[in-house]
């Protein structure tokens, strides 16, 4: 099992915000302080920072 | 190098010379060993052979103020919005006129053409696939015309109108006729020139040369259209057609036209070279009457030996005692036994005075033995009889009659010569008369004048009626007047009424009545300069009006600001009247000019069609007519219409794919054509091969037509004349066709050969009659019959397969021969001598891919679908079709699409479930216990999970940390 950590294909980026704003919209715990409200808005500002604990699992 | 500079251009460069002479002009180093750099392509190139010497150095050198390089046009036309096969020519184009272009002109060009190719492509949900489909032809669908619709056609400048089934039987008689099928083809040799009037696209009338000509028989309906102008045609019904639609003239197919529907008809028929004079001699033969000229040969022997008179030469005497009592003249025409007077000129000139005379005859003239009586009252008339008399010598006398209810008056003119002329080519009697076939090929004053003498002696003008009108019992008198008034420019009407047929001109035309015919009679000069007087304006014309007019008015409102409601009624209607179109040009014009908008592209759009060459007639009745007898049609080069003798205009071929001109083989082309390729048929419905051909065989066209006759495929029934078992000899007695056996260059012996080699115990003799006679010991005479069957279908000649092959030219005059063949067999023809296999190809996909490998089937099939698509004038890049190649042909061997290819393929059974014959998939899926593994889209679709490709190709896992 190898974890991706360089660079994130436009999809994978796609899915794993779109995740992570689900858990947030569902009212998991924030990883940053933001002044944003918008879950989707919150996840990217996570992922921008390095802060989101999801990753890809590449496919052997 | 010998090179000067400026002005001579030599084919001898170096490339050192032109170094040198660049490095003298520019005097600098650095640049010239730029551009010598850029020198080494061009030096290679085409240009300096050509001897440019020239171009190089202004190219290479001072690149003037936005000159254009190579690699520009490269460029800026692979930018454009041009399709690919339009692209190279233009690429071309440009490369050869590059010294003149500059950036801008090269913007202008491309746009140009791109503009216009635009504008020329399909519209979207136009029935492209409609008229493709029509196109599946069995060669045997015909779109023909019965034997006796008679056509206008032009042979060695003279105009004629006769029956198409004569014209096409007397070809068929004098020149070769090939059989396909049920058809019977002639192609004309191209010796023999015959024009008709074909329609070209902008509205005129052109005279365009026939290829060929057809005729079979016809056991299907015909159809009978009748127009509102009172003409009718009569064919096929999927005889093709010609209308108008969105500004453009397409053909239709007889089956589709319905009532309201509008088709050509001949308004104004042009003719360059026009017939001024007539020989005698061509109506009155020489032996039977006498001519003055041949008279003067017989008698003095110094002119010649030959001669031709009336009489033997024993009586030929006799005339020379009486001479004082018997003049001949030299350059006149007498008749047989009265001398004297009445004789006319050997060779007429057919001036206004003769052209009137005969309209005169036509409408109030008749014939005695020997006089032409003339009847009319009015002054004027009579002093031009008396003067045409005069002008021929001719001897009259008048008096007055009172045989109808008012008083009459005859002009008699004593000529026994001329009555038999009118007689010949005029007709005689109110039902017999007709306008004399030369009449249609003389000048317009000619026939101004003929009409003049017509109208004035039976044409009435009625003012409140807004008509010329003429009648008569002679229908073909009526049409032929019909027919010569177009010459003119001049359309009018027919009808019949109670055994009179009945030809009425529009007041619309009085301007050009009066222009090129005009009248004598005084009441009727004046009547029709009343006629001229009246307004078009207020009325509006039914059957001068201009259909298929598309978007181009509502457009053209547009630009010009003009509210459309205005045009919105011609633009729902599809149809304008002519006056009206011309007010609403006329409008459209100032309102433009007042503007500063620039029309001129849409008003040229309007010139064009009124100034068009034909009356879009309406259908008023569209019958079904009994069939019979044979039916015929022609085939005429380029614009592919042709004329009937009422002047309908009509289409020979639906589009047939012509091959270099003719329509000699049939191709599927568009939608079905597609089908058959993306669903991997075996056999084409049409196969088709283009055989290119290997030296002396490419240049001589009587070797490539020999080979042709070898590869073409000859049955026993081709060639013989009859074939059957005599009880007698107990054996098959089988009679060949010289004249095919010559045609197919087959030999008797060859035929002997093959009939010997069906099997070991049969024995071929020939009879002194020429038959053959086939033996075979101890065969009852069912096993003969079964024979005689065999023999029949046996192949002579050919490859199995090749039903024909044609030979044709590649480029109008130049290139190489090549053989197009009807029917595909790619292995058999490769050994064959002055084939050049490299260059050959079929359209038979499958024959490929077995051939040539799965590689080269990939190709064919993407150039076929390419050349189908273009052909259509659809645009589609080909990696839309290379992917379709591409999948069909992945596997090794070429896959259909459908489901028994690819679809089929699927492991996925949702995916074949989903795609057809749903139920059995299922069923086979659960009896057989097959798994789904969801891996495709079809399947994920179906279950409403996220489809494995993009985000759904990612899996996430939580990250450890943090």
Not at chain 2, 719 to 725: A, N, P, R
Not at chain 2, 853 to 867: P, S, T
């Amino acid at each position: 099992m190898t974890e991706k950590r360089d660079k994130y294909t436009k999809y994978e980026k796609a899915r794993i915000i779109g995740a992570r704003a689900l858990q947030i919209a569902a009212g998991a715990p924030v990883l940053i302080r933001t002044e944003e409200i918008d879950p989707i808005e919150i996840a990217m500002e996570e992922f921008e920072s390095g802060n989101i604990p999801i990753t890809v699992k590449r496919k052997k | 190098m010998v090179m000067q500079t400026k002005g001579e251009v030599t084919k001898e460069l170096t490339r050192a010379g032109v170094e040198q002479e660049i490095a003298e002009l520019i005097g600098d180093e650095f640049m010239l060993a730029e551009l010598t750099a850029g020198l080494d392509g061009l030096l290679d190139s085409k240009e300096v052979e050509e001897g440019c010497a020239e171009d190089i150095i202004r190219m290479a050198g001072r690149e003037e103020e936005g000159e254009i390089k190579l690699g520009d046009i490269e460029l800026k036309v692979n930018e454009s919005e041009i399709p690919k096969r339009i692209k190279d020519e233009l690429k071309e184009k440009l490369r050869a006129i590059r010294i003149e272009l500059n950036n801008e002109k090269l913007n202008a060009i491309l746009n140009g053409v791109a503009e216009k190719y635009n504008k020329s492509k399909v519209v979207p949900r136009e029935a492209v696939g409609i008229v493709a489909a029509q196109s599946i032809g069995e060669p045997g669908t015909q779109m023909s015309i019965p034997f006796f619709e008679k056509i206008i056609i032009k042979i060695d400048n003279q105009i004629r109108i006769m029956p198409i089934g004569e014209f096409v039987d007397k070809l068929m008689d004098t020149y070769r006729v090939e059989r396909v099928n049920e058809t019977e083809i002639c192609d004309l040799p191209s010796n023999v020139q015959v024009k008709v009037p074909s329609l070209n696209e902008l509205g005129k009338i052109e005279w365009k040369g026939l290829i060929s000509c057809s005729r079979h028989d016809y056991p299907k309906k015909l159809i009978h259209i009748k127009t509102r102008s009172g003409r009718k045609i009569i064919a096929t019904d999927n005889h093709s057609f010609v209308i108008r639609k969105d500004n453009r003239i397409l053909p239709i197919s007889g089956k589709e036209l319905k009532p309201k529907d509008r088709i050509p008809v001949i308004k104004n028929l042009p003719l360059d070279d026009s017939l001024r004079s007539l020989e005698i001699s061509n109506y009155l033969p020489k032996d039977e009457w006498w001519y003055g000229s041949e008279l003067k040969k017989a008698l003095d022997p110094l002119l010649g030996f030959s001669y031709t008179i009336p009489v033997g030469p024993d009586q030929l005497l006799n005339h020379i005692k009486q001479s004082n009592t018997f003049e001949v003249l030299d350059g006149f025409v007498y008749p047989y036994q009265t001398h004297s007077m009445g004789k006319i000129p050997e060779c007429l000139k057919l001036d206004p005075m003769l052209g009137w005379f005969l309209g005169a005859y036509l409408s109030e003239g008749s014939v005695s033995r020997y006089a032409v009586n003339i009847s009319n009252t009015d002054e004027a008339f009579l002093s031009k009889e008396r003067e045409f008399a005069k002008s021929l010598n001719l001897d009259y006398r008048e008096k007055d009659n009172y045989r109808d209810f008012a008083r009459g008056h005859d002009l008699s003119m004593s000529s026994r010569v001329l009555v038999e002329f009118l007689e010949r080519t005029c007709g005689k009697g109110s039902k017999g008369k007709r306008v004399p076939m030369f009449a249609y090929s003389s000048d317009e004053a000619f026939i101004g004048s003929l009409l003049r003498g017509y109208f004035d002696g039976d044409g009435n003008i009625s003012v409140e009626r807004k008509v010329i009108r003429a009648s008569s019992r002679s229908k073909e008198l009526i049409d032929g007047i019909a027919l010569l008034l177009s010459r003119i420019g001049i359309f009018a009407r027919k009808s019949t009424q109670g055994g009179e047929y009945w030809l009425s001109i529009s007041y619309r035309y009085a301007e050009r009545f009066k222009e090129k015919i005009g009248f004598d009679t005084p009441e009727k000069v004046k009547r029709l300069i009343e006629l001229c007087q009246i307004q078009p304006e207020s009325s509006y014309d039914v059957i001068e009006m201009i259909p298929g007019i598309g978007q181009s008015l509502k457009v053209l409102a547009r630009k010009v600001g003009l509210p459309t409601r205005l045009v919105n009624n011609f633009t729902k209607r599809q149809r304008i009247g002519r006056t009206t179109l011309e007010r609403y040009a006329r409008l459209f014009e100032k309102e433009a000019r007042d503007k500063g908008i620039n029309i001129n592209q849409e008003l040229a759009l309007f010139r064009q069609m009124l100034e068009e060459d034909v009356i879009w007639d309406e259908i008023i009745e569209i019958q079904y007519a009994k069939p019979g007898g044979k039916v015929y049609d022609l085939s005429v080069e380029g614009l592919e219409t042709f004329a009937t003798g009422e002047g309908v205009i009509t289409h020979n071929t639906l589009r047939t794919f012509h091959y270099a001109g003719v329509g000699a083989i049939y191709i599927t082309l568009g939608l079905p054509r597609i089908i058959e390729v993306v669903d991997a048929r075996k056999k084409p419905s049409t196969p088709a091969m283009k055989i290119k051909l290997t030296g002396e065989y490419a240049r001589n066209r009587n070797k490539a037509e020999e080979l042709a006759r070898e590869i073409e495929k000859t049955y026993i029934r081709d060639i013989k004349s009859e074939i059957y078992v005599s009880r007698k000899d107990m054996s098959v007695w089988v009679s060949l066709r010289e004249k095919e056996l010559k045609r197919r260059h087959i030999e008797k012996e060859e035929v002997k050969e093959k009939i010997e080699g069906m099997d070991s115990d049969v024995h071929v003799e020939e009879a002194e009659d020429g038959k053959l006679r086939i033996q075979v010991p101890n065969k009852s005479y069912q096993e003969l019959r079964k024979l005689e069957k065999e023999v029949n279908n046996l192949s002579v000649k050919g490859i199995e397969g090749i039903m024909r092959g044609i030979v044709r030219r590649e480029n109008e005059g130049d290139g190489e021969y090549m053989l197009y063949t009807e029917g595909s067999a790619l292995k058999k023809v490769r050994g064959i001598e002055g084939v050049d296999f490299s260059r050959t190809t079929t359209n038979n996909i499958a024959e490929i891919a077995d051939v040539l490998g799965i590689e080269a089937a990939r190709n064919a099939i993407i150039d076929e679908m390419m050349n189908t698509l273009e052909e259509q004038g659809l645009d589609v890049d080909v990696r839309h079709v290379t992917l379709i190649a591409d999948a069909m042909t992945m596997d090794g061997e070429v896959k259909s699409i459908g489901r028994h290819g690819l679809a089929g393929g699927k492991v996925s059974v949702l995916s074949r479930a989903a795609f057809e014959v749903t139920v059995d998939n299922l069923l086979d899926a659960a009896m057989y216990g097959e798994t789904e593994e969801l891996k495709g889209v079809t399947e994920n679709v179906i279950v409403g999970q996220p489809i494995k490709l993009g985000t759904g190709a990612i899996e996430l896992v939580a990250r450890g940390g943090q």
